[in-house]
């Protein structure tokens, strides 16, 4: 029989100590991945989309903890992904546009 508690960790003894527990590990687990990646100041925001990090993941994109179903992850992730087609099709134009010049 489960029974779902809304706000539970300020009603149930167990669901409090459980959830301190969580953000404990969290807050390890985004300090190490500080250590790895420290451009994205884990350590400090903690995987929260302030906008320091926002603004990181805009200008180095995602690293392999980001949540790529995440709406703004994703969403810099497919800028990303069309100016890099963008800019692959400009270097084909560039490349293509001596054909048919005389040397």
Known sequence: NIEAIVKGDSKVYSIACAS???????DRIMYEAHKKWPVYDFA??????TFHHRSMVATHGACEIHRRTFGPVRKV??????????SANG???RKGSNKG???
């Open 101 to 103: 010049e005389k040397e």
């Open 20 to 26: 301190i527990l969580a953000k404990v590990y969290r």
């Open 91 to 93: 270097a084909k134009l």
């Open 77 to 86: 992730l497919e800028q990303m992904e069309k100016e890099n087609n963008a």
């Open 44 to 49: 400090k925001n903690k995987g929260y989309p």
